[in-house]
């Protein structure tokens, strides 16, 4: 089966770095959007960016442009979203998530992705 398992949060000073990565593994995802998201306690779940997988178009949320990347490994099967100039605002669980589903339309929907990892927290101390 499908399994989408993220790694490397933790807690870090405000103006830190983290790098995330999602290993991906029970089938072939050549034409699937691969996304970030990320909820805060008592917030809903907001998009954070995406990457197509058999491409490099990249699409991020305006409150982490210019601080965070996103990008892929294809060989290794893993995205990772490199995050700098991390802010307290930026504490959450984050999740990978992968959808068939190509397009502005879709891409910061969660509703369109198929498949989720666990999560892992992120935690930015002031």
């Known amino acids: 089966q499908v399994q989408l398992v993220e790694s490397g949060g933790g807690l870090v000073q405000a103006g830190g770095s983290l790098r995330l990565s999602c290993a991906a593994s029970?089938?072939?995802?050549?034409?699937?959007?691969m996304g970030w998201f990320r909820q805060a306690p008592g917030k809903e779940r907001e998009f954070v960016a995406a990457?197509?997988?058999?491409?490099?178009?990249?699409y991020y949320a305006d409150s982490v442009k210019g601080r965070f990347t996103i990008s892929k490994d294809n060989a290794k099967n893993t995205m990772y979203l490199q995050m700098n100039s991390l802010k307290p605002e930026d504490t959450a669980v984050y999740y990978c998530?992968?959808?068939?589903?190509?397009?502005?339309?879709?891409?910061?929907?969660?509703?369109?992705?198929?498949?989720w990892g666990q999560g892992t927290q992120v935690t930015v101390s002031s």
């Open positions: 990457i197509q997988w058999s491409a490099d178009n990249r």
């Open positions: 029970g089938r072939t995802f050549g034409s699937y959007t």
């Open positions: 998530a992968a959808g068939r589903y190509s397009g502005n339309y879709y891409y910061t929907r969660s509703r369109y992705y198929d498949y």
